[in-house]
């Protein structure tokens, strides 16, 4: 009997599990939670999202798009399930967070070559193995992750956005807009409310958000209070400069307020966080302020003066592994050939970038089982370039990376067009044209 054992229920162990199940390989997949809760996760599903409930664009001269079009090739699980549960979103692919997560729980349930447990794994098992334990790895796994590297670990703080119920937004105030009056295909305005603040409206909240208490950080975190850039607080922004949020998320450009007719002086996005449109998430507003006072803060918003809050937000410690040193781009360890890594503990960044590599790593794992070579994808593709990057990126500074297309080898010098978004879709071309000829293979 084949078998395999997979380490985590998110999106990269969801994927795995499911890739090496289709290929008949019996997969026992481990998720801890309800036994063991995180610090992050609210639920005991599967694939539970925990900062947006954006799975980035669509769009295929964009790198997550081109992502997407290259999992949907390979059939990936959780992008059909992300397909089947999508919201609103205008270019994006947003999702019905609890939908999406209750699907593929009772999907991979109900799968008859998997089989899931709710355990907590504090050790690497021997055999046939997947650790796909994500950034929120429980210490004793952790510990033995790092006894087995011989590198320690190493991590960065990511911080998550609070999500308001609908019906606390004040209409009257915050429009419905996409930028440059590009508008969705569920709403004729747009699939984007827009909270406009004046200069003085702006004045008074960088002046309450500096002011504001945040949570207090433990022993450990106080060593090396290091934050993601991909994903940094607001207050942290804010603290940068007066105008820092006024030209990063708050950033007006493209929006017409109509009450004025005029650019607001920043604005707040909002964007749908469910499928039945009672929840929305505000856009690029991770935080670690304290509840009470992202209560209080977050209500200076224009808008939001009543604002209900379902989730308020939180940061948290990622863990990932210096996969430079110890990975192949198949997602096999170097030193045990029976063992991979998938997901952000990778240091793969994104929910499909996770998902794609936890489809890599499910793949070969059967192909092993199963006695044959192991693919490697082309590093044209993005999937390909993605973990190519992880396990050959300089060791010494490693941080994560989500898809883009500064990491897929150059066009041809003679034939790359000036304008970006002609280059970016002759890259997404070429890339779907090399997934295109490995496709039989898979």
Known sequence: MLSLTIIGGGLAGSEAAWQAAERSIDVTL?????????????????????????LGSNLPDRASGLLKAELR????????????????????????????AQIITERIAQHPHIELRREEVKSIPPGPCIIASGPLTADDLAHDIAHLTGQGQLYFYDAIAPIVEADSIDLTIAFRQSRYGKTGESE??????????????????????????????????????????????????????????????MKPIGLRDPRTGKRPHAVVQLRQDNLAGTLYNIVGFQTNLKWSEQKRVLRLIPGLAKAEFSRYGMLHRNTFINSPLLLN????????????????????????????????AGINAARLLNNEALLEFPPMTMLGALCYYVTHADPKDFQPMKANYGI???????????GKRDRFRMFSQRALNAMGEILPLV
Request: overall charge negative; some cysteine.
């Open 73 to 100: 090739l390979l059939n990936s699980f959780i992008l059909r399930i992300a397909d089947e549960t999508a919201v609103p979103a205008g270019g994006a692919l947003a999702v019905d967070r609890e939908r999406f």
């Open 329 to 360: 781009p198949t997602m096999q360890f170097r030193t045990r050939a029976d063992l991979f890594f998938a997901g952000q503990i990778t240091g793969v960044e994104g929910y499909i970038g996770n998902a794609g590599s936890g489809l890599v």
């Open 408 to 418: 897929l080898p150059p066009l041809d010098a003679s034939q790359s067009p000036r």
């Open 188 to 249: 004729p305005d747009g699939d984007y409310l827009n909270c406009p603040f004046t200069k003085e409206e702006y004045d008074t909240f960088i002046e309450a958000l500096l002011a504001a208490e945040r949570i207090e950080l433990r022993d450990f975190e106080r060593e090396d209070a290091k934050f993601f850039e991909g994903c940094l607080p607001i207050e942290i922004m804010a603290k940068r400069g007066h105008d820092s949020l006024a030209y990063g998320p």
């Open 30 to 54: 481990y998720e801890m939670r309800p036994i063991r809760n995180t610090p992050a996760h609210t639920t005991d599903q599967l694939a539970e999202l925990i900062c947006s409930n954006s």
